[in-house]
């Protein structure tokens, strides 16, 4: 049984940075995918980062290029998010993701089986 627990979210001000944590547990994770998407109220999710477990590229969606930085520290089967230069549009709830079955990198949200319950961003102006 696959586990993900986000953790990290909270309330900061615009220019301000967050580091979300993923934490996994239930699987070896080398062969995964891990992925960081995002809601906002009344929107679709959204890709944000993905990176293979094993893999030395990160990928991003264009909105957080330059800004958001994926990483992983395998000792404690985590992934992390730097959030950094945050706007108010970044506003939603941060979700964690993980797919074992999967061809290029998948940037919608059926292209992963598991997933963590969220965690909120808030950015005020």
Known sequence: ???????????VQ????????CAASGRT???????WFRQAPGKEREFVAAKRWS???????DSVKGRFTISRENDK???YLQMNSLKPEDTA????AA???????PRTYRGYDYWGQGTQVTVSS
């Open 1 to 11: 049984q696959v586990r993900l627990v986000e953790s990290g979210g909270g309330l």
């Open 14 to 21: 615009a220019g301000g940075s967050l580091r979300l944590s």
């Open 29 to 35: 994770f080398s062969t995964y995918l891990m992925a």
């Open 55 to 61: 893999g030395v590229n990160s990928y991003y969606a």
């Open 77 to 79: 089967s985590t992934v």
């Open 93 to 96: 709830i941060y979700y964690c």
């Open 99 to 105: 797919t074992l079955a999967y061809t290029g990198i």
